[in-house]
């Protein structure tokens, strides 16, 4: 009898939790937009929206580096469409990522053009502000068009990762055929910090020259 109980309270209490859903989707509020957080700690939800308040809070400053060579590399304007400015990218980046969801994979954050994008627990535990702030951009481009996929890099590609030193990238489909892809915009967006000293601008100069490198066109 005492069996038979303890399995029907098994039961009933299989089916109660079967329909409640975990850590259901959140709406944050950014002025007029609104984004859903699914499935993170609120360790994790802190982390996401520290992030996003400090791509709004950048700003252009004073020119660290000789206006003649910013004007010849800088193509921040031509491709996100205004100047540099946090609150402005901050508009762009969220409209292009309205879900961002929990998934622990062995990637940091992947984007499959769904209007979803998953990060996992690399994302809040091995990356400093920087790696999240251009992953943020270069994610959200790929909400773009058909998606901008990556391509292999070519046999003999000579450059190296300057965020993963640990991958060797002939071969690896970590670089883009459009000039207007992911890697295009993340050095974009990393170009503008180096030149406008933000962060520590010998390690953004050397993002940038690794993201660079991978626009084949």
Same mark, same amino acid.
């Given at each position: 009898?005492?069996?038979?109980?303890?399995?029907?309270?098994?039961?009933?209490?299989?089916?109660?939790?079967?329909?409640?859903?975990?850590?259901?989707?959140?709406?944050?509020?950014?002025?007029?937009?609104?984004?859903?957080?699914?499935? /993170?700690?609120?360790? *994790?939800?802190?982390?996401? @929206? !520290?992030?996003? &308040?400090? $791509?709004?809070? %950048?700003?252009?400053?004073?020119?660290?580096?000789?206006?003649?060579?910013?004007?010849?590399?800088?193509?921040?304007?031509?491709?996100?469409?205004?100047?540099?400015?946090?609150?402005?990218?901050?508009?762009?980046?969220?409209?292009?990522?309205?879900?961002?969801?929990?998934?622990?994979?062995?990637?940091?954050?992947?984007?499959?053009?769904?209007?979803?994008? /998953?990060?996992?627990? *690399?994302?809040?535990?091995? @990356? !400093?502000?920087? &790696?999240? $702030?251009?992953? %943020?951009?270069?994610?959200?481009?790929?909400?773009?068009?058909?998606?901008?996929?990556?391509?292999?890099?070519?046999?003999?590609?000579?450059?190296?990762?300057?965020?993963?030193?640990?991958?060797?990238?002939?071969?690896?489909?970590?670089?883009?055929?459009?000039?207007?892809?992911?890697?295009?915009?993340?050095?974009?967006?990393?170009?503008?910090?180096?030149?406008?000293?933000?962060?520590?601008?010998?390690?953004?100069?050397?993002?940038?020259?690794?993201?660079?490198?991978?626009?084949?066109?």
């Amino acid at each position: 009898m005492k069996s038979r109980i303890h399995l029907l309270v098994y039961i009933c209490s299989f089916l109660l939790f079967s329909c409640v859903p975990l850590k259901p989707s959140k709406p944050i509020h950014f002025a007029e937009q609104t984004i859903h957080l699914s499935g /993170f700690s609120i360790k *994790q939800e802190a982390q996401i @929206l !520290s992030t996003i &308040e400090k $791509l709004k809070s %950048l700003k252009a400053g004073s020119l660290k580096i000789k206006r003649g060579i910013y004007r010849r590399l800088s193509r921040f304007e031509r491709l996100f469409g205004f100047p540099f400015d946090g609150q402005g990218l901050s508009v762009w980046v969220l409209n292009r990522l309205p879900e961002i969801s929990y998934q622990n994979t062995w990637t940091v954050a992947v984007n499959q053009n769904r209007g979803t994008l /998953f990060i996992g627990d *690399q994302f809040f535990e091995d @990356l !400093s502000d920087l &790696e999240r $702030l251009y992953i %943020l951009i270069h994610e959200a481009r790929h909400s773009d068009d058909d998606g901008y996929e990556h391509v292999k890099c070519p046999k003999g590609f000579h450059f190296v990762s300057a965020a993963q030193p640990d991958i060797d990238l002939q071969g690896e489909a970590a670089c883009d055929a459009d000039d207007a892809g992911a890697y295009a915009f993340q050095a974009a967006f990393l170009y503008e910090l180096f030149a406008y000293g933000i962060f520590d601008q010998r390690e953004v100069g050397l993002l940038y020259n690794s993201s660079i490198s991978r626009v084949l066109k």
